[in-house]
Nanobody
């Protein structure tokens, strides 16, 4: 079965950096897109970034453009989210997901990881 396992979350000061990893298994990911979403307390889960596995095309939410970078390593079946210049408003649980629908919409993804907490202190 498809499994997505996130890691790399933690506590960081504003202006700092973190790199999240998502180890994926159980699917031929070349046919699918991979995305990162986040959910802060009391808020809906929102799109952060996505990548098409084969071409490596990337797509970002306006709130993270220029600060976050999504990438993938085909040999390791792993997707990364490099987060720089972190802000307190980036605090959330970050989820990795895979699917073959719209890269921008949570409904375009059919498998999700368990999430990893990112906390940015001011």
């Amino acid at each position: 079965q498809v499994q997505l396992v996130e890691s790399g979350g933690g506590l960081v000061q504003a202006g700092g950096s973190l790199r999240l990893s998502c180890a994926a298994s159980g699917r031929t990911f070349a046919r699918y897109t991979m995305g990162w979403f986040r959910q802060a307390p009391g808020k809906e889960r929102e799109y952060v970034a996505g990548i098409t596995w084969t071409s490596g095309s990337t797509y970002y939410a306006d709130s993270v453009k220029g600060r976050f970078t999504i990438s993938r390593d085909g040999a390791k079946n792993t997707v990364y989210l490099q987060m720089n210049s972190l802000k307190p408003e980036d605090t959330a649980v970050y989820y990795c997901a895979t699917g073959d629908g719209s890269i921008w919409n949570r409904n375009g993804y059919d498998y999700w990881g368990q999430g990893t907490q990112v906390t940015v202190s001011s």
